[in-house]
């Protein structure tokens, strides 16, 4: 007599395990980790109803990729890219006033760490998580073509094989190969130079960095910039680049920083403040902008500055004021 084989249908608290690792690749996809949230709940949902179907051919893990990667490609479908400021335009002289906005929807939005951290504790996967959630990476992702960005995110970043992508996105060896080579063609034409990890000397500059900001001492916060350096404020479309004009924009249009505090967190694998800029009518400090720095070679690279801060500070765990 041959024994029956028991399928173990799998349970909401075995779904819900997935729920970050699940919201790390969404995020990936669809430069937004709000966009992200949606799209890992109608994942979960639809698995959660489609229990009776998973017949248990491929692991759990898989099953559940397969159907937020069909959230994705439809999310996409509806929508334009999400992009920083700086793949939009060229830069600006700090004369510019800071007046003309795209919509939220337009823009690249940071996402804590913890909310897309993977599954597993390798510490080469989480070197790779780390990594491949920069905002430059991910506004390169943007570029893609939906199929094409699926595929190389499953292929470097979580590190599946052509046959169970092919499986996956239910097309052909050959037709992963391919999406993959043209992926890795267009990514090879950004700008994808990576901030270097969180050293002594990287948070000694941080350290610097805060009190010259503190202070509104600009000579000496531009002395910790590269001569190049930028700073981007979504959903302003514009950026600068260059010390002198920084330095100008912040003496300038900026000047309404002066007196800000700043409150470390971390954002997308890089050092991150929320910046809270005097309140002068109520008293206190009121939330500005969520600034995320790019450090390079011991100093300044980039200051992303994203001003929704009644969006974002929230799901950093940042307070809205600070009497």
């Not at 949606?38 to 491929?58: C, I, M, P, S, Y």
């Not at 971390?266 to 902008?289: C, E, I, K, M, T």
Request: glycine content about 6%; overall charge negative.
């Amino acid at each position: 007599m041959t024994a029956m084989t028991t399928l173990t249908v799998p349970g909401l608290e075995e779904l819900e395990q997935h729920r970050s690792e699940l919201r790390g690749y969404c995020y990936r996809m669809l430069g937004s980790a709000f966009d992200a949230d949606d799209a890992v709940q109608e994942t979960l949902v639809k698995a959660w109803q489609n229990l009776d179907g998973f017949e248990g051919r491929a692991s759990l893990r898989s099953w559940l990729y397969r159907i937020a990667t069909n959230v994705c490609l439809d999310s996409l479908r509806a929508r334009g890219r999400r992009a920083l400021p700086m793949d939009l335009s060229s830069p600006v002289p700090a004369t510019t006033a800071p007046e003309h906005t795209l919509p939220d929807s337009a823009w690249l939005e940071p996402v804590p760490d913890a909310d897309v951290a993977p599954m597993s504790a390798d510490p080469a996967l989480l070197v790779a998580h780390s990594d491949t959630i920069r905002l430059a990476f991910v506004a390169a992702l943007q570029t893609l073509p939906p199929k094409q960005r699926a595929v190389l995110i499953l292929k470097e970043v979580l590190c599946w094989q052509a046959a169970e992508i092919a499986e996956l996105l239910e097309t052909t060896v050959a037709s992963v190969n391919s999406a993959l080579q043209r992926a890795r063609a267009t990514l090879a034409d950004a700008d994808l130079s990576q901030p270097a990890p969180l050293e002594q000397a990287d948070k000694e500059l941080l350290a610097r960095y805060v009190q010259a900001f503190e202070a509104y001492d600009i000579a000496s916060l531009v002395s910790l910039l590269h001569e190049d350096a930028s700073i981007s404020m979504p959903p302003i479309a514009m950026w600068l680049k260059g010390v002198d004009d920084l330095a100008a924009w912040y003496l300038g249009f900026g000047i309404g920083c002066k007196g800000s505090r700043l409150v470390p967190t971390v954002a997308n694998g890089l050092p991150a403040f929320g910046q809270y800029r005097p309140d002068h009518d109520n008293g206190g400090h009121q939330a500005w902008s969520l600034q995320v720095l790019e450090i390079v070679d011991g100093r300044v690279a980039h200051i992303h500055h994203f001003l929704d801060v009644e969006k974002v500070f929230p799901r950093f765990g940042l307070d809205l004021r600070l009497d």
